[in-house]
């Protein structure tokens, strides 16, 4: 209060003191208040905010074998945890220093596989018995007090009186009245809502072109190699096998709608099979090429039965039966696996003789149309 | 086993007792070179103990020896081991697999071109002879010693041929590589790291945890059942044994991050977090909210 | 304020003077006072949802550790690390930094999976605490909006955990990725245009990635906050509800304040669960990547699933029959599209919706504090378990093939299974959920009406054998009970009314002597009853309404408001004072 000043036209202010917030300041005095022991200060304002406190039951009398039980289990339970924080911390900084090295690799020591097992538990005791002995801690030791809340409704004083306000407000604003105002400003929220959501334009792309859902990198004469990149002839694969195979293009392997299922009948499957109308030169004597995109939603399907001839995606179950064209036999699948039309060049490596003549993977609206 | 390590003897006893090698079998036979082999690379790993190269090479020498002979009997002149396996063919064998192992319609398949590969994993497994007509043959343990194996096997690639078991380091391969080769080819069924999983209608990829080198090799190259078949203009010997190699690094790796729980992933985590998690803190707060 | 400064009783002490200073700048004595006097309910069940938030806690602390370290780039690089499997291995940068999150970083595996342990606590805590909420009405008016601000969480939840699912770009999760991708594609009409918007182009591109992490660390965190943060202010303005019970109306909280009890417990209660997420994630390994693998679109593995909250929709898109709808003009809409957008979208709008359908239903508008046992709504109960066992159903079917593989099930018969019982097992659920509160409640009323059986047979003088029941309260000419049931558990064991020694306690063998419980209990005299004689029972549970407890307690006669007299707070304008 050094800087009043109560010159005409300075900004000091009285060194009277203002109001306090009046309620209980009104009510009790310090000097009041300084006479309360801090129990029933603690009550009073309890009492403010809607809370009695209807019974304590006090914690241990002090100095009883009970208190000093607990206290003892409280404290041990405290020293354990901080104990285990250590332990953590020894555990954590000592690894590679006084301790084995903490690294864990193929074939290295026993130490740094219980690396991390170590500092859970460790981590875990000192939480956990901290946690405890604070819940041991009110239970225990702290008395136990029954209090009562008011609960209160909203108020139809508040309601009103701030009712008021804003219809007041909007009244005076006259926006009821002033038409064009109203309208210019629906003009304005709508322009304005939408420019701010117009960036998000940046992130449409349009998906039709180049029609990249229903093509692959598989084109006439594009060899089908294995992973490794070589490709494969009539003689390498036995019947009943399965390879899976890229298209001979950079980065084939790692395409994600090109992989391609090869595989190599049985007489036996060779004798029933049934290929799709309009589909039966797509194979390559006893060799089948599917696309190994499942059409339900993506996934690789590649657990090959050979003797029940079924295609099982591990994803949802669907199965196919390679025998009748890849057609899906059960789950929810509803489209057979594409076939690729393959055939051998001049070198005897088989290539695929066009792309897949449907999209591959799963269905999508439009996908009939393309 | 796969390490360098002193206490390698020590570990290839207990892949021994894990594959129910129950008792050693007689010297000279495949599956005996085989097991030869297979220490003999235990002890290559041991290069600088200069006394096992001895034993290294006398292994080789004794394989080199013997192994084309039990296999390049000359047909007629029926080997010891051929009659011993003819006896026990005929035995356990013939009802389902005819008796020129051409098979017997709707029992049991032709034995013809399975090669020693398929009857060693099917016999060593224990999946052969089937105790009833089902699915699926589950692995069970052996009910042929291994010298009855071999006998077999002797028997059955003398009449039939095929595949023959393969010989060497099974796990002479490149680690990374086998793990690419195992996840494009393998885990489709048998699950990333090797622990099975279910086909269709109660059909299943089995576990491959406690199979040992040469029943994984034997499986690629005979396609057991429902697996396909990986020839070797498929996965080269070096792709299938870079494969083995991954399997059963991954399979006899410590989990760095605690428990396991089977290595199956959200399943089991969910029920332990359900099971574990959800119930320790229901207990707790039980707890706290219990009068003192 | 210069007043409170040189007024009798102003502090001495250096914390006093030191929060002297704060208010006198702050003004936060009063807001204060009125938060550490909230009084909270005792009940165990009232903490389910602050398991929830502390989950929430240790996936904010351990999500920011966590992106020190984890780059979400999807170029490719040739993996170098310290895990030998994988080296010289092409990945993409997300996957290689994890491996070298969990391998190369002191400690880091340990953040990392307590950071998936936590995620799972945290929707199964929302769950948990949802189905309090639902069963016992608590979200009844006025808590619809938090009931709202609930879902949106769950849901919200749900997004986020996938979009970290998928952040290391492993081959399990790539998988989950690619079916994502074919939900969005399932879209009818829009469903190729999102799919661009989404992933920048065709599957996978390499923008996901980037995307949802920013999604994943800001967007969803940021609006969770926002929302949690209102979610516990409207329950603070609203105060708790409570279960009936001695003294315990619709217009008051019983139970202990803030500070210190509460406090006490709800520290204790987080530093259990930060205990119980360690724990796991360094005794249980979780999402070992590494074993894995890097994402690549030709492989897969055996038994693929998402983390167990998606997994009830991985289930029911497997047991979905195989439907695809075709249009004029060679449009369809792909079978996916049903179990994977629109059932979840129903499930989550009825869910939302649950408490205005019901009070449409029942035609109960009234505010309700009170909260109710689910054995006295049983339509409400039984409709919870009906959705209850259709979840679990769709839960299961997630994970059909390890079940199928673990319990030598056929596949094709689990899938039979799970369709069915999609169908049949709710309804039954249902029926006997119903027939089992109706029980329930018929045996509470019997109680009342006759007493506690108390296994004493008496022979009666002409023969005939009676059981001799306790009356819980004053009764009748014919012995019947007057007791009237007030929604309060009924006590059906002597020794919950004092008529025997309480149970010793003990879990598996006893840890107190019978004869320290006897002695304890003589010198017990506690309760509501004991110390206020007018809050004396009329019922067995709820008193005459309008028996406010506090009523004439208050330290200012003359209707002053109670929150230190801003006319807002309460209400009634304040008399004129001397």
Avoid at chain 2, 223 to 228: I, S, T
Avoid at chain 3, 164 to 171: A, E, F, K, R, V
């Amino acid at each position: 209060m050094t800087t009043h000043d109560t010159r005409p036209g300075s900004t000091g202010g009285a060194d009277t003191p203002g109001p306090l917030y009046g309620g209980p300041d009104d009510d009790y005095t310090p000097e009041q208040l300084a006479a309360l022991p801090p129990e029933e200060l603690d009550r009073l304002g309890a009492r403010y905010d809607g809370v009695e406190i209807l019974h304590v039951e006090p914690g241990p009398e002090p100095g009883s074998p009970m208190e000093k039980r607990a206290v003892r289990q409280v404290g041990l339970l405290f020293a354990l945890a901080g104990l285990s924080a250590f332990a953590f911390c020894v555990v954590y900084a000592g690894a590679g220093w006084f301790l084995p090295d903490w690294q864990w690799e193929l074939g290295s020591s026993t130490f740094s596989t219980l690396y991390t097992p170590l500092l859970g538990l460790f981590m875990a005791l000192a939480f956990t018995f901290f946690g405890i002995g604070l819940v041991l801690y009110t239970k225990k030791l702290l008395p136990h007090e029954t209090a009562v809340q008011d609960k209160h409704d909203g108020s139809h004083f508040d309601r009103v009186t701030t009712g008021a306000t804003l219809i007041g407000g909007l009244h005076n604003s006259g926006l009821k009245r002033r038409k064009l105002l109203t309208r210019s400003l629906v003009f304005m929220g709508g322009g304005l809502g939408l420019m701010l959501v117009a960036p998000l334009g940046g992130l449409i792309k349009n998906p039709n072109r180049g029609n990249p859902l229903g093509t692959t990198e598989w084109a006439e004469g594009v060899r089908l190699v294995r992973d490794d990149g070589t490709p494969i002839r009539p003689g390498d694969q036995v019947p009943g096998s399965l390879e899976t195979v890229f298209p001979a293009v950079p980065g084939g392997n790692h395409l994600s709608d090109a992989a391609t299922m090869l595989i190599r009948l049985r007489p036996a499957q060779q004798a029933e099979a049934v290929p799709r109308a309009g589909q039966e030169d797509f194979g390559y004597g006893d060799y089948v090429a599917y696309s190994k995109i499942c059409t339900h939603a993506g996934c690789p399907v590649s657990l090959y039965e050979q003797e029940t001839s079924r295609i099982l995606c591990p994803c949802h179950q669907s199965q196919f039966d390679v025998t009748q064209g890849a057609k899906p036999i059960f789950g929810p699948a509803t489209r057979s696996l594409p076939q690729l039309p393959i055939t051998v060049d001049d070198e005897g490596f088989f290539v695929a003789r066009s792309d897949y003549i449907e999209a591959v993977g799963p269905t999508y609206w439009n996908r009939e149309r393309i | 086993m796969s390490t360098t390590n002193p206490q390698s003897d020590t570990q290839l006893d207990e892949g021994a007792r894990r594959s129910r090698w129950s008792r050693r079998p007689a010297e000279g036979t495949p599956a005996a070179a085989a097991r030869a082999r297979r220490r003999s690379k235990q002890r290559r790993r041991l290069a600088n103990v200069a006394g096992l190269m001895a034993g290294l090479v006398l292994t080789g020498a004794l394989y080199s020896t013997l192994a084309p002979g039990a296999q390049a009997a000359p047909e007629g002149s029926e080997s010891s081991a051929e009659a011993a396996g003819r006896e026990l063919y005929e035995r356990s064998c013939i009802s389902c697999h005819g008796e020129n192992l051409e098979g017997v319609p709707n029992r049991g398949p032709s034995l013809i071109g399975v090669g020693e590969a398929s009857v060693y994993f099917q016999v060593h497994t224990g999946r052969m002879p089937l105790v009833r007509q089902q699915a699926q043959g589950p692995d069970k343990p052996a009910i042929f010693s291994d010298e009855e194996i071999d006998q077999l096997m002797a028997y059955v690639q003398a009449n039939g041929g095929g595949p023959v078991l393969p010989s060497g380091d099974l796990r002479d391969g490149d680690l990374a590589a086998g793990g690419e080769l195992f996840r494009l080819n393998c885990s489709s069924c048998h699950n990333f790291v090797g622990e099975g999983g279910a086909l269709s209608s109660g059909k299943y990829a089995p576990s491959l945890e406690d199979s040992n080198d040469l029943e994984i090799y034997a499986a690629m190259l005979s396609g057991p059942e429902n697996m396909p078949v990986f020839g070797d203009n498929q996965l080269t010997p070096e792709d299938k044994r870079a494969i083995i190699n991954y399997v059963q690094t991954i399979t006899d790796m410590p989990d760095p991050g605690g428990a396991g729980i089977g290595r199956i992933g959200p399943v089991s985590e969910g029920l332990v977090i359900w099971v574990v998690g959800v119930a320790a803190l229901l207990f707790g707060i039980f707890w706290m909210g219990s009068k003192a | 304020m210069a007043r409170t400064a040189t007024a009798p009783g102003a502090p001495k002490t250096l914390a006093g003077r030191a929060a002297l200073e704060v208010d006198d700048r702050l003004i936060v004595a009063g807001p204060l006072r009125r938060t550490l006097n909230k009084v909270f309910p005792d009940h165990w069940s009232f903490l389910l949802g602050e398991i929830a938030l502390y989950s929430f806690v240790i996936l904010l602390l351990t999500g920011t550790y966590l992106t020190f370290f984890f780059q979400a780039s999807m170029t490719e690089v040739t993996y170098d690390g310290s895990y030998a499997p994988l080296r010289g291995v092409d990945m993409s940068i997300a996957y290689a930094s994890t491996l070298d999150l969990s391998f190369d970083v002191r400690g880091g595996l340990l953040i990392r999976q307590i950071h998936h342990w936590a995620a799972l606590l945290f929707v199964a805590s929302i769950i948990v605490h949802m189905l309090r909420i639902f069963f016992t009405g608590a979200f009844r008016r006025p808590r619809e909006t938090n009931w709202l601000i609930g879902v949106a969480l769950l849901v919200l939840a749900l997004v986020e955990g996938m979009t970290g699912y998928t952040m290391p770009d492993d081959l399990l999760s790539g998988t989950g990725l690619r079916i994502i991708s074919a939900i969005i594609l399932s879209i009818p009409v829009i469903g190729t245009w999102a799919h661009w918007a989404v992933f920048g182009g065709d599957f996978v591109g390499d923008l996901i990635i980037g995307r949802f992490y920013i999604v994943h660390v800001l967007l969803i965190p940021a609006i969770i906050l926002g929302l949690i943060a209102v979610h516990l202010l409207i329950l603070v303005k609203q105060k708790h509800t409570q279960f009936p019970g001695p003294g315990r109306t619709e217009h008051n909280v019983v139970g202990s304040r803030l500070f210190p009890t509460f406090a006490g417990k709800a520290t204790g209660l987080l530093l259990v669960v930060f205990g119980v997420c360690a724990a796991l994630g360094g005794l249980v390994q979780i999402n070992p990547v590494w074993l894995w693998g890097p994402y690549n679109p030709a492989q897969v593995s055996a038994a693929s699933q998402p983390d167990w909250y998606v997994m009830f929709l991985d289930g029911s898109t497997r047991l979905f029959p195989a439907w695809d709808i075709y249009l004029p003009g060679n449009y369809n809409i792909p079978a996916l599209f049903w179990p994977t957008l629109v059932l979840p979208g129903i499930l989550f709008t009825l869910l939302a919706l649950y408490p205005f359908i019901e009070r449409k239903l029942t035609g109960d508008t009234a505010s309700h504090h009170l909260l109710q046992r689910p054995r006295d709504v049983p339509v409400r109960t039984s409709l919870g378990v009906m959705a209850l066992a259709f979840y679990v159903v769709l839960l299961l079917s997630g994970g059909n093939d390890v079940i199928a593989d673990k319990f030598d099930i056929s596949l094709n018969a689990m899938t039979w299974i799970g369709r069915i019982g999609l169908i049949i097992l709710p309804p039954i659920a249902y029926v006997i959920t119903y027939r089992i509160c109706l029980g329930l409640q018929q045996h509470d009323r019997e109680v009342l009406e006759h007493g506690i059986e108390t296994g004493v047979i008496r022979r009666l003088p002409h023969g005939e054998f009676i059981e001799v029941h306790q009356p819980l309260g004053p009764v009748d000419e014919h012995g019947h009970g007057a007791l009237a049931y007030g929604g309060a558990p009924v006590p059906k064991k002597m020794n919950q009314v004092g008529g025997a020694r309480r149970a010793i306690r003990g879990f598996f063998s006893p840890i107190e002597e019978p004869a320290a419980v006897q002695l304890e209990q003589a010198g017990e005299e506690r309760g509501l009853a004991s110390t206020d004689p007018q809050r004396e029972l009329t019922s067995s549970g709820r008193p005459a309404e309008g028996g406010r407890p506090s009523e004439g307690g208050r330290p200012s006669e003359g209707g002053r408001p109670s929150e230190g007299g801003r006319p807002s707070e309460g209400g009634r304008p304040q008399e004129p004072r001397d």
